[in-house]
Antibody, heavy 122, light 106 residues
């Protein structure tokens, strides 16, 4: 059974960089897409971006200028970096695996991490 | 971006009820639609992809239908563990987008 676990600081100061890692167990990072999604009470669920096991990335245009997603297949991990954060970036961040019959947007999610709350505050 | 509109935003139902949730896309998305279940304080759980294909381990009381712009999720006989919030997501067009959720309450 594939399991995903997010890790990283729960508190980030405004204007700094948010960094999260997702560790994958019970399966390999290849040949899948790996994504980051966040959830806030106000905005609901928002797809941030994904990375293919080869390293190819897709980013939500609304966040593209501030995010970097990367994969480390040797460690079975992938990561999210979001720069210049503000209070609006306070959210529960989920990592997820995409697998199956894909559309142009992305592929359907089959596994989710448990989520991690990141608060942006000084 | 494609807007996904779910209705109703909440509903009250009883154990044993048949429940139907609707998701409408602002433009055609073929059958590239997924459904998720989320319980309070927990991560979403994947139920259905490609509009009607159950994810592994999901009980057959859940079913999905639709294509194009209009989709439904049906729970055939509501059980206590099914009280949750349900979300749809389109992955046909970039970026993928989610509906606002339907809360199923007792």
């Amino acid at each position: 059974q594939v399991q995903l676990q997010e890790s990283g600081p729960g508190l980030v100061k405004p204007s700094e960089t948010l960094s999260l890692t997702c560790s994958v167990s019970g399966g390999s990072t290849s040949p899948y897409y790996w994504s980051w999604i966040r959830q806030t009470p106000g905005m609901g669920l928002e797809w941030i971006g994904n990375v293919y096991y080869s390293g190819r990335t897709k980013y939500n245009p609304s966040l593209r200028s501030r995010i970097t997603i990367s994969v480390d297949t040797s460690k079975n991990q992938f990561s999210l970096q979001m720069s210049s954060v503000t209070a609006a970036d306070t959210a529960v961040y989920y990592c997820a695996r995409e697998s199956g019959y894909c559309g142009d947007g992305s592929c359907p999610i089959d596994y989710w991490g448990q989520g991690t709350l990141v608060t942006v505050s000084s | 971006d494609i807007q996904m509109t779910q209705s109703p935003s909440s509903l009250s139902a009883s154990v044993g009820d048949r429940v139907t949730i609707t998701c409408r896309a602002s433009q055609g998305i073929s059958n590239h639609l997924a459904w998720f279940q989320q319980k309070p304080g927990k991560a979403p759980k994947s139920l259905i992809s490609a509009a009607f294909t159950l994810q592994s381990g999901v009980p057959s009381k859940f079913s999905g239908s639709g294509s194009g712009t209009d989709f439904t999720l049906t729970i055939s006989s509501l059980q206590p563990e099914d009280f949750a919030t349900y979300y749809c997501q389109q992955y046909n067009s970039f970026p993928p987008t989610f509906g606002g959720g339907t809360k199923v309450e007792i």
